[in-house]
């Protein structure tokens, strides 16, 4: 695969990877609502996309697939910065065990999710 190909593809998987980001995260925080304040749009972006990076990474795929799969889409669609600010801002509205909780949840779940689905992908 060339080098002109492979960055095409990094710039339309990433920004297809930017647009489900924020569909997923506007279409969970609209349906489930958390009158605390607590990010489950980005919880649940992020516990979806550990998945999807554990799935791809058990698949038998050539190494430019797993770039553009793994690094471009999932980059792209996973948002640890948002996380960490998100964080944040709990702790400076003094909601500490939200804050605490958020990142527990996230480590927890995102840990979980990556091991199903790698063992998902390596049932295929």
Known sequence: M???????GVMLLGGLGAVCRLLVDRAVSSRVTVASGFPVGTLAVNVSGAWLLGFVGALTISPHVALLAGTAFVGAYTTFSTWMLETQRLGEERRGRLAVANIVLSVALGLAAAWLGQLIGRAL
């Not at 060339?2 to 095409?8: G, I, L, N």
């Open 2 to 8: 060339s080098t002109v190909a492979v960055w095409a």
